[in-house]
């Protein structure tokens, strides 16, 4: 491979005033004051991080770059200049990434110790169904029944579903959002985040620069990446449904887990092992926490999944350690992207899905025409806890 091009500027000097750059075969080399290695930042990092408009929205920082398509990245030209790093490839798109990214990731990097690794080999829980087969799924609960304050038989059918697969579906007859509100109140309470209680989600409101408030295709993935204890629970009231398309997608997570513990154990410690950052941006909000896509608990029982390419925050691993970790969450989002995987899930006005935001990976087929839901998270213990006092454990 020809080696890319250094504009003369940098040539005789280095506008990085805290670092060091050296631009190589295969990315870049940052060498930071205090520490006696350096950081390789890849060919393929550079693009998957682009921070220009065309690599990520200006506002919310939600990354716009396909990251899974990506091949064998080449560059023609590389430019450091004015404290940012500007890269034309061969095809002829242009990414930026500036001095502050590259140097907050390099330092992250070099401070980490990457040698260390937990024993991870964990099991399901025991009653957890996996559902790669869309033709396997728990029963519809009728909505009435469930909220009924005087029988709890609906609503103790409803918890062991919803426990055991990870979603359920619920019919209604009747369109009133303050249903929302009983329903929630029949599992527990409604948990208050940066979208406040509940909240209602059609492609017209503006109260946040998000993604989901569009008409678009939105792949399978996991909210509240950003949040130390992401919400346990989401669930949607169908105001109105779209008069073409708009079908919630539901991905089984530990199913995907399952198959890779058993199929590509390299894959699955990856994924298991590797915190990945995710953030939440807007104005006078920046949210950011980590995790592995698989987390289990300390007794080794599977207990979360995460992912959500959306929302992923830059971060920078040692180079055989970033292959490896790009081959496995390209593995995952494979997997996720498979049709033979997904349930879709077609909701009317009054009906309600719930599903589990630490197992099931949720998406929505793009849209035409209006589309209201109402939506609220609530937290995974409270479902924990209300199984037990109905199942009397």
Not at 99 to 119: F, G, M, Q, Y
Not at 140 to 166: C, H, M, N, Q
């Amino acid at each position: 491979m020809t080696g890319p091009t250094i504009t003369e500027s940098m040539s005789t000097k280095d506008p990085f005033m805290a670092s060091s750059i050296t631009v190589t075969d295969h990315g870049l080399e940052i060498h930071l004051p205090g520490f006696d290695r350096s950081a390789s930042i890849s060919w393929h990092w550079l693009r998957d991080h682009d921070e220009s408009e065309a690599g990520q929205d200006p506002v919310t920082k939600q990354r716009r770059v396909d990251t899974f398509s990506l091949g064998e990245v080449h560059p023609g030209t590389v430019c450091l200049d004015d404290g940012k790093a500007t890269v034309t490839w061969a095809d002829g798109a242009v990414a930026m990434c500036s001095r502050h990214l590259l140097e907050s990731v390099a330092a992250e990097c070099l401070a980490t110790d990457w040698s260390r690794r937990p024993d991870v080999e964990p099991s399901l829980p025991v009653d957890a169904v996996l559902w790669p087969d869309p033709s396997i799924g728990p029963d519809e609960i009728e909505l009435d029944a469930f909220l009924d304050p005087v029988s709890d038989e609906a609503l103790t059918r409803g918890v062991d579903l919803l426990s055991r697969y990870g979603y359920l579906v619920l019919r209604g007859a009747v369109l009133d959002r303050d249903r929302a509100g009983a329903f929630a109140r029949r599992l527990g309470y409604v948990r208050h985040t940066i979208f406040g209680g509940m909240w209602d989600l059609a492609p017209d409101l503006t109260d946040h620069a998000d993604t989901a408030y569009t008409t678009v295709y939105l792949a399978p993935h996991t909210d509240g990446t950003y949040s130390h204890d992401a919400p346990g629970l989401q669930f949607f009231l169908c105001l109105q449904a779209a008069p073409q398309g708009g079908e919630s997608l539901l991905v089984d997570g530990f199913a995907i887990a399952a198959q890779l513990a058993a199929t590509d154990p390299e894959t699955f410690v990856t994924l298991a092992s590797v915190p990945v950052p995710g953030r939440y941006i807007e104005p006078g909000v920046h949210l950011r926490a980590e995790r592995p896509v698989f987390r289990s608990t300390a007794r080794g029982v599977l207990d979360q999944v995460s992912f959500n390419n959306y929302d992923r925050a830059p971060f920078l691993l040692p180079p055989e350690l970033e292959r490896r970790f790009n081959r496995a969450y390209r593995r995952f989002a494979e997997l996720a992207a498979d049709p033979a995987r997904r349930v879709a899930v077609g909701l009317t006005a009054g009906d309600i899905l719930i599903f589990d935001n630490w197992r099931t990976l949720h998406g929505r087929n793009a849209f035409v025409g209006p589309r209201h839901y109402v939506g609220a998270y609530l937290n995974h213990e409270d479902l924990e806890s209300k199984r037990r006092v109905l199942f009397g454990s």
